[in-house]
C-alpha cells in the first residue's frame, strides 16, 4: 500500500470519516475515496453498496477486476437519558457491536450501579456536546420526555448530519417538539429525519422491548442510509 493511500485512511479514520479503496488488481493501483465523494460514475454503485454493508470484495466493473475495501468509523449509540429502556439498549448495543454512550444530567438516574460499564456523563448535553461532537456514524436516541434535556441534543444531532436521530414520546409529544423545533429555526427538512415514536412498530410493551424496537430501527437506518455530501476521491 502507497504512504499517500494509508495516509488517506488514517486522516479518514482519526476524522471518523468512511473510506472506500478501490484496487485495480491487474497493476495494483489503488485509490481512496470518502464516503459522500464524487465517485467515478461506472463504480458509484459499487462504492455506495460497500458504504451501506461495510464489506469487503472483488467486482468486476467493465472487464476490469477491483478489489474494494471498506475502512468504516465503529457506529455508536448516544443515548439521552439514563433511564430503564437505556439499560436495556446498553446491554443490546454491545450485542450487536455498538459503542455506546449515556448522558443525563440528573444524578439520582445516572449511577455507575445502574450502568455497570457503560460510559455515562452526568452532565447537561449542551455542556458535554461541544467537546465530544456527534457525526455521520453517531445515531442519537433522545429518551427523556424532558425538553429541557432532549431538545439541544436532537438539535445538534441534525445538525451533524446522525445517521438515526430518534425521540421518545407520543405524537402530541412530538407535534409539540416539532414547534419547539420550528421556533428554533430548524429547517422542515431536517425535522422530518426525526424517528418519533421511536422504534419499530412491532408493538413494544415493556423497556427492553421497546429498546428492541429501537435497536432494529438504528441498524435499519445504518444499513439503508444514503451516503451523501459529495466531494473528491483521494488518490
Not at 467486482?59 to 433511564?83: D, K, W, Y
Not at 457491536?97 to 445516572?110: H, S
Not at 421511536?198 to 441498524?219: D, K
Request: aromatic share 6%.
Amino acid at each position: 500500500m502507497k504512504s499517500s493511500t494509508l495516509q488517506a485512511i488514517n486522516a479518514a479514520r482519526a476524522a471518523r470519516r468512511a473510506a472506500v479503496v478501490v484496487t485495480d488488481l491487474s497493476d495494483g493501483a489503488s485509490e481512496v475515496f470518502l464516503e459522500g465523494a464524487s465517485f467515478p460514475p461506472e463504480w458509484d454503485n459499487l462504492i455506495v453498496e460497500a458504504l451501506r454493508s461495510g464489506r469487503a470484495g472483488v467486482a468486476a466493473v467493465e472487464g476490469r477486476s477491483l478489489f474494494v475495501n471498506v475502512h468504516l468509523p465503529p457506529p455508536r449509540i448516544v443515548a439521552i437519558g439514563a433511564v430503564h429502556i437505556s439499560q436495556a439498549l446498553a446491554e443490546l448495543a454491545a450485542v450487536a457491536g455498538f459503542d455506546m454512550t449515556i448522558i443525563d444530567p440528573r444524578t439520582a438516574f445516572a449511577t455507575a450501579e445502574r450502568f455497570g460499564a457503560i460510559e455515562l456523563l452526568a452532565e447537561w448535553p449542551e455542556d458535554i456536546l461541544p467537546s465530544r461532537p456527534l457525526d455521520r456514524y453517531t445515531a442519537l436516541a433522545a429518551l427523556t420526555h424532558d425538553p429541557k434535556i432532549d431538545d439541544y441534543p436532537i438539535r445538534a444531532a441534525l445538525e451533524a448530519g446522525c445517521f438515526y436521530v430518534g425521540a421518545l414520546g407520543s405524537r402530541k409529544t412530538h407535534a409539540a417538539r416539532v414547534e419547539r423545533l420550528e421556533q428554533a429555526g430548524v429547517p422542515a427538512d431536517a425535522i422530518g429525519r426525526i424517528k418519533a415514536p421511536i422504534g419499530l412498530n412491532i408493538g413494544a410493551a415493556s423497556p427492553a422491548e421497546i429498546a428492541i424496537a429501537i435497536l432494529a430501527e438504528i441498524i435499519e437506518s445504518l444499513r439503508r442510509r444514503d451516503p451523501s455530501g459529495r466531494e473528491g476521491g483521494a488518490k
